[in-house]
């Protein structure tokens, strides 16, 4: 079993992530969170990760969508602000849409199943990707899905959690997505990391569909 939230679970002010119980209250070490690289966007504290996500907008790499545009340097954000591309209760991601906020997600997920006493199941980072369309169920054998990472991904040397945030976070900074395949889109790997996401939302297995 491996637990997950949205980036929408995320960027809310109350509930999973950031209520009184929240993961994210009881475990503020997990921030700040960095996303991308030579172009990065850092959310140093609980108010930043509220007020940017959760991201929309088309997938891209950071500044690849921003306005104004070209974006002046990686963005760093605290205590709630500025936020260049605000969008309703979350944003455009800094230029890299819905890209954006699924990474930082993913990368809150991983970080708080790494954590020594960690508060969910340990081992996402290390977790192999799903290939193909896959399912999940939670305790009560709920059955979620399917679910499916692109096989453009799968045929990568994209095995692990780890290597698709690797992915994802070269992407963001702008890393040519040819050097993987030439028709590989930011869109794959948005759908990708919102697998996972999503996937194991609230703490789930894999299990069949039927």
Excluded: H, W
């Excluded at 260049?84 to 997600?105: F, H, K, N, R, W």
């Excluded at 054998?141 to 679910?147: D, H, I």
């Excluded at 889109?185 to 759908?191: E, K, P």
């Amino acid at each position: 079993m491996q637990c997950t939230l949205t980036q929408g679970a995320f960027g809310a002010s109350n509930g999973a992530a950031n209520g009184p119980n929240g993961l994210i209250t009881q475990n503020p070490s997990v921030l700040p969170v960095t996303v991308g690289g030579i172009v990065s966007v850092t959310l140093s504290d609980q108010a930043s990760l509220i007020a940017f996500l959760q991201t929309g907008g088309t997938s891209n790499m950071l500044c690849g969508n921003a306005q104004p545009a070209p974006c002046p340097a990686s963005l760093v954000v605290t205590n709630g602000s500025p936020i260049p591309d605000p969008s309703g209760s979350g944003s455009e991601g800094y230029g890299g849409g819905v890209l954006t906020g699924q990474t930082i997600a993913l990368t809150l997920n991983a970080s708080l199943s790494s954590l020594p006493n960690p508060p969910v199941p340990a081992g996402l980072s290390d977790m192999q990707l799903p290939v193909g369309p896959f399912c999940t169920c939670d305790a009560n054998n709920a059955v979620a899905g399917p679910f499916e990472v692109p096989s453009i991904i799968s045929n990568l040397p994209v095995v692990t959690v780890s290597d698709l945030l690797a992915l994802a976070n070269a992407a963001l900074q702008g890393t040519p997505l040819s050097v993987y395949d030439s028709l590989l889109t930011y869109g794959d790997i948005t759908a990708a990391l919102d697998a996972i996401n999503k996937g194991f939302d609230t703490c789930r297995s894999v299990c069949p569909c039927n």
